[in-house]
């Protein structure tokens, strides 16, 4: 049986285990779906940021286009020097967003024209890579980030192409200097409420364009990070997590490859910025979760120690009325249990109209044995001889009581032919217990004598009268040698 502390503490530990678990549940649950969340917002920023390539490299494209139709109508590149020549070169400059310069070289690399004045520095692009891969391949080419040679521009990266006569003989290179920030810094304005590292590789791993902080990277080869030694052949476009190469920051990152421009876009948000708010809400989560678990301590504390204190009292109770109705020596029920349980059972026979009988019991020349072996042996006589009665019936509803002195009773809920039946097993149990009694003039061992009445055989109308009608088949019993069953009608 548990008790209210232990009720108590099982309690608890249910409402412990129910809202930890269901903190953790939504721990867990909030975890992912932010993971989810930041994932998708890192696969959304390189989708935008391949976009925006897409979108620069096809205008600049255009652009540079119409500048091949004009060099091969002027066909003399010195013509380009001209003012109006370098207004139109201007212009094209303009109208290409992120542009901040166009250049023109000749064959050999020497520059001829530039977007920015039309007093041309006198300096060679020949060791530039976009200029030796545009004349080599022939076709548009997207190089890598530099510092520019021309005063005061910022770090660019090119996009440049070659140009031929009618006959194919190369008349220049052009090269459009774009602003890396074109590339990088567009995001803030579509929503993205992060603060992503975006990269813009080449497929060899030189850098085209960086946010933040490009100006540390300017120049530098990463095809050792992970996003070319491992996702990148595994496949063209994913997702990963991974400390970057470029300043050891564990990111969420998205990446995608471009092959039409040898092009690989990174974007990566930190795993610090990408988790933030989720913990805000775990440690809100559990603070309250905390603070729940307070009060309900609080109110089962309180609770349970009122409830903890009627128990006690209960018990108390329970165990002051055992101990009022238990006779102290054989540990039956005593004279007063049985008064108690008559009454009970009589007014259940009035109200039910049950089976009802009684039986007296008294220990024959029980005084002649204390005389011969001592109170003593009386005393543990008795408790025999109450454990063999109470083993003598079965049911619960039954009961055997010390009536006083050697005499006990047994009420059963059944009718004369049963009592007699139980009395008979009774009789029988006592007499095996082979109890030694030589000053007895019935037996050598200890027995007893039994009166039974019982409603059905009687015109018992109180319990005093069936108590009387038992008294008197008792006697019967005792004056016809003992040891035996007499019943009563009344």
Known sequence: MLTPKLTRYLIACCILAAVVGSAVFQIWSDYRETQRLQETTVRDISIVVDAQIHTSVQQAETMLGLLADLIQANKELENLRQPASYRNLKSYCAGLTGCKSIVVADPAGRVVALSDTPDVPNFNVADRVYFQL???????FVGPAVVSRVAGSPILFSIARPVYDTSGTLLA???AGMTTSHLTEFYGLLGFNVSPAITVFKGNGDMVAHQPDINKYVGGNFASDSLFTKQLPQSPAGIYRSASSLDGKMRIASYRSIPDWDLVVYSGIGIDDAFQQWRVRTWRTVVTGFLALCLIYLILYFGFRSTYREYKLRKKNVELNRLTNLDGLTAIGNRRFFDATLKKEWARYLEEGNELSLLLIDVDYFKLFN????????????????????????????????????????????????????GERMRRAVEALAIPHSASPADPVVTISIGVASVSSSKARNPAELIKAADAALYKAKQCGRNQIQWEQA
Request: aromatic content about 6%; proline content about 0%; overall charge negative.
């Open 134 to 140: 545009a004349k080599k391949t022939g076709k548009l």
């Open 173 to 175: 290179i052009i090269t």
């Open 371 to 422: 005389d011969t072996y001592g109170h003593q042996s009386g005393d543990e006589c008795l408790k025999q001889v109450a454990a063999a009665l109470k083993a003598s019936y079965h049911r619960d509803i039954d009961m055997v009581a010390r009536y006083g002195g050697e005499e006990f009773a047994a009420i059963l809920t059944t009718d004369l032919m049963g009592a007699s039946a139980v």
